[in-house]
């Protein structure tokens, strides 16, 4: 069974960065075809997809904050990385890390709650 699980600090102040990583076990995030991605959910609003990584490298982002977000990945620790840069409080929400592409996941993290407050 594939797990993965979320770090990160959980309370993070306006115009800071957050940065989290998701940690993978049971499965590589190499493996050829495989998809890595960060899902969030604000308090009282719908999940929203922030970006992928896939097998190979490659990333994807959501246009509405791409110019805010990076993720990238450690293959020696079987981690991906998300940041966000200059945050809001509209950023506080439940982070979640999944395998997966386009809505179809197969695997989620628990999520880790981020507060943006001062």
């Known amino acids: 069974q594939v797990q993965l699980q979320e770090s990160g600090p959980g309370l993070v102040k306006p115009s800071q960065t957050i940065s989290l990583t998701c940690t993978v076990s049971?499965?590589?995030?190499?493996?050829?075809?495989?998809?890595w991605g960060w899902i969030r959910r604000p308090p009282g609003k719908g999940l929203e997809w922030m970006a992928d990584i896939h097998y190979d490298g490659s990333t994807y982002y959501n246009p509405s904050i791409k110019s805010r977000t990076s993720i990238s990945r450690d293959t020696s620790k079987n981690q991906f990385s998300l940041q966000l840069t200059s945050v809001t409080p509209e950023d506080t929400g439940v982070y979640y890390c999944v395998k997966g592409i386009d809505w179809s996941y197969d695997f989620w993290g628990q999520g880790t709650q981020v507060t943006v407050s001062s």
């Open positions: 049971s499965d590589s995030i190499t493996t050829s075809g495989s998809a």
